[in-house]
Every structure is written in C-alpha cells, then in structure tokens.
C-alpha cells in the first residue's frame, strides 16, 4: 500500500484537491471499460506501477482515489481523454501549498530517497518518463518520518 504514496505524490496524492487546469485521471462519467482499462494499463507502464484497474461506481467505470487525482504522463492523457471525453476542472493550489510540496521533495531527496520529483507549477508529481519510484522499504519510511512536517495540509500520506 506504501506505492499507492507515490500515487498521491503524482498529483500528489492531490487528495488536497490537485491543481491547475490539468487533466486528471478521474472519468466525468460513463467511460469506456476497455478504454479505461487501456489507459490504466499505460499508467502502470510510464512511472505508476501501482495504478489500479478501474471499478464501477453508481454504474460508471472509474479509478479509485488517491489514483483519480494523478495527472497522467503525456503517452497516457490521450487514453483517458479518449475514455471519458473532458475532465471537470481541478482547483488551483495555492502558490504556497505547491512551495510546501516542494520542501517536502526536496526534505524526501535530502533524506535517502532521490527519485521523488518536484512538483511542477500545478503541484502535480510527475516522473520522469519511464521512471518508477520505490516507496517500499525503509528509506522510504525513514524519509518520510524526518520529513513528516513539511507535509502540506491535506497531503494524506500514510499506507
């Protein structure tokens, strides 16, 4: 459950809400199953590896939170656009609370855990392409202990 963190540091784990104007991975409703699936799939291939599987919802196919609230990589934007049509808008984040998410990148990276990105001008946690982030272990765990209070409100990282 500890990679679901990277999850929520994707968009990070924008259970905050996530910013800008950016597509998220959540369906506005009714999308296509083999779609959904397709695009989850590219999700786990490009930097997610826990991305999970989409689950029916009030008769709707959607992904689970904190994974809804990721922006997705480039190679798998047009698979979700091509699942669900349009995105509501998500809220802006303060500039404060994306330098916040930034501290806490930089406090991951300063305290054994390097592959943590910094958020870009949205807030969202984008890898590299290609690139996967360990949140297993006791790095991690450890990282995430000394870095406990540069998490921003609502950031919800625990397993």
Same mark, same amino acid.
Request: aromatic letters at 6%; proline letters at 14%; one cysteine or more.
């Given at each position: 459950?500890?990679?679901?963190?990277?999850?929520?540091?994707?968009?990070?784990?924008?259970?905050?809400?996530?910013?800008?104007?950016?597509?998220?991975?959540?369906?506005?409703?009714?999308?296509?199953?083999?779609?959904?699936?397709?695009?989850?799939?590219?999700?786990?291939?490009?930097?997610?590896?826990?991305?999970?599987?989409?689950?029916?919802?009030?008769?709707?196919?959607?992904?689970?939170?904190?994974?809804?609230?990721?922006? #997705?990589?480039?190679?798998?934007?047009?698979?979700?656009?091509?699942?669900?049509?349009?995105?509501?808008?998500?809220?802006?984040? #303060?500039?404060?609370?994306?330098?916040?998410?930034?501290?806490?990148?930089?406090?991951?990276?300063?305290?054994?855990?390097?592959?943590?990105?910094?958020?870009?001008?949205?807030?969202?946690?984008?890898?590299?392409?290609?690139?996967?982030?360990?949140?297993?272990? #006791?790095?991690?765990?450890?990282?995430?202990?000394?870095?406990?209070?540069?998490?921003?409100?609502?950031?919800?990282?625990?397993?």
């Amino acid at each position: 459950m500890q990679r679901m963190v990277l999850l929520a540091v994707a968009a990070l784990l924008a259970l905050a809400g996530c910013g800008g104007s950016a597509p998220s991975a959540r369906p506005s409703s009714g999308a296509d199953h083999d779609k959904i699936v397709e695009a989850s799939r590219c999700m786990r291939e490009h930097g997610f590896p826990d991305f999970p599987d989409p689950i029916q919802d009030d008769g709707y196919w959607v992904i689970p939170p904190p994974a809804s609230e990721l922006t #997705p990589p480039p190679e798998c934007l047009r698979l979700f656009q091509g699942a669900k049509g349009n995105p509501p808008p998500r809220r802006a984040l #303060p500039t404060e609370e994306v330098a916040q998410r930034r501290k806490w990148a930089e406090c991951m990276r300063t305290h054994g855990v390097p592959g943590v990105p910094d958020p870009n001008s949205d807030g969202d946690f984008v890898p590299p392409t290609g690139a996967a982030l360990n949140t297993v272990g #006791p790095e991690w765990d450890q990282a995430r202990q000394a870095c406990k209070s540069q998490e921003w409100p609502g950031a919800n990282l625990d397993k």
